[in-house]
């Protein structure tokens, strides 16, 4: 059974830098797609960044040049670096597994998702 579970979300100051963190059990990243969504109170839950088996990844473009994704397989373990963070960044994000072997529909059959973790950015 495959289970996600996020870590590294909390408060900080605009500007300021978090690295979430999705340990993973029950699959190997060799036949799985990785993302990050979020979603703020009343608004749609947003494709944040995803990655694939070979490391290609794909942001969204709210997030592009500020946030990077990153895996390491030995540790079953995706990684979101957030990076000159903003207000509007605040939201609970969730990490997320697929299986696939491509980024050709980056935010779209997700199958499995952890439970979320805050991340709540100040001005």
């Known amino acids: 059974q495959v289970q996600l579970v996020e870590s590294g979300g909390g408060s900080v100051q605009a500007g300021g830098s978090l690295r979430l963190s999705c340990a993973g059990s029950?699959?190997?990243?060799?036949?799985?797609?990785m993302a990050w969504f979020r979603q703020a109170p009343g608004k749609e839950r947003e494709g944040v960044a995803a990655?694939?088996?070979?490391?290609?990844?794909s942001y969204g473009d709210s997030v592009k040049g500020r946030f990077t994704i990153s895996k390491d397989e030995a540790k079953n373990t995706v990684y979101l670096q957030m990076d000159n963070l903003k207000p509007e960044d605040t939201a609970m994000y969730y990490c997320?597994?697929?299986?696939?072997?491509?980024?050709?529909?980056?935010?779209?059959?997700?199958?499995?998702w952890g439970q979320g973790t805050q991340v709540t950015v100040s001005s």
């Open positions: 997320a597994a697929k299986t696939a072997s491509t980024l050709e529909n980056p935010w779209e059959n997700y199958v499995y």
């Open positions: 029950g699959y190997t990243y060799i036949n799985y797609c």
């Open positions: 990655i694939d088996a070979d490391g290609n990844t």
